[in-house]
Structures are given as structure tokens and as C-alpha cells.
């Protein structure tokens, strides 16, 4: 494994310790206000279930133009949260719907101190190759910011 976790082009994998337990690391992945607060999106009421999906105005700056749209694969509550999305859909003017996704997996794991939260996003090799290495690039640094944001959203609003 590398440095910066990535096994191959097909996958990145992002982990960080928060100091907070299970059980607000969950609600901070799961709750749609709370995911939007620290991902960067104005979530639609409502929330999240397998199979079901979620459109919403993306609000990180530069890139209000987009949407998120994201569906549901798994959650095991406190375990596993997972979804499926197209990556590097910056374009508004291109059509991603008949293009593969990438399934996005979040894990919490006990640890001393807190909770391990590992993200995965795999299938990026199945991404057409016109915007394959863009995607990639793009979400890994990505990730690695949504890693931040989401250790500062839960420890910055410990109660919530």
C-alpha cells in the first residue's frame, strides 16, 4: 500500500481517528442535515435508506453549479454506511446517467480514543477513460478534505 492509502487505480482509501463516539460518527454519516453540514451539500428533507436516491445542491465554493446525487447501497447501523455516486460528474452540461458508479463505503470501528473511520471509494477502472484519471485525483484529494471536514463537524458539535 502507498503512502497516501491507495492500493490501485481502481480504488482510495482514506482513514482517520475522530474523537467522538460511534454513535455521532453515525449520525453525522446518516443524518442528511448533518451529512450536508460537513460534505458540503443542502440536503432535501427526509432521510437516507438502502436503495433510495438523493439529489441535492452541492454549497462547497466553486462548485455550487453541481448537484450530488447519491443512492443508497447499505447501512448497518454504528458499522457501515455505503453509496453508490458518479465520480467526476463536474460537467453540467455532460450526461453521467449510463456511465458505471463508484461505490463510496464508510466503516467505524472502536478505537482507543474515539472512532476509525475508513473510506473506501472503489470502481473507478470501469469510469469511461475520457475523465477516469481526472475523477480519481479529484476524489482522492477530495477525500482527503471530506476526511477533515468531518472531524471538525463531529468534534465541533459533540451533543448534535
Known amino acids: 500500500m502507498s503512502k497516501s492509502g491507495e492500493t490501485s487505480t481502481d480504488r482510495i ?55 450530488l446525487e447519491i443512492t443508497i447501497a447499505k447501512m448497518e447501523p454504528e458499522r457501515l454506511f455505503s453509496w453508490r455516486w458518479h465520480p467526476g460528474a463536474v460537467d453540467p452540461k455532460r450526461d453521467y446517467s449510463k456511465d458505471p458508479t463508484t461505490l463510496v463505503v464508510f466503516t467505524l470501528e472502536e478505537a ?29 484529494d477530495g477525500w482527503t478534505e471530506q476526511m477533515k471536514n468531518i472531524e471538525r463537524h463531529v468534534t465541533a458539535n459533540p451533543a448534535t
Open 112 to 140: 482507543e480514543g474515539g472512532t476509525l473511520l475508513t473510506v473506501v471509494e472503489s470502481g473507478f477502472d470501469k469510469v469511461p477513460s475520457a475523465y477516469r484519471a481526472t475523477a480519481f485525483r479529484g476524489n482522492r
Open 13 to 67: 482509501e482514506k482513514k482517520v481517528l475522530l474523537r467522538a463516539p460511534r454513535a455521532r460518527v453515525w449520525r453525522a454519516l446518516t443524518e442528511p442535515a448533518q451529512f450536508g453540514a460537513w460534505f458540503g451539500a443542502k440536503m432535501p428533507p427526509g432521510s437516507f435508506a438502502p436503495g433510495k436516491t438523493t439529489r441535492a445542491a452541492i454549497t462547497h465554493p466553486g462548485y455550487e453549479h453541481l448537484t
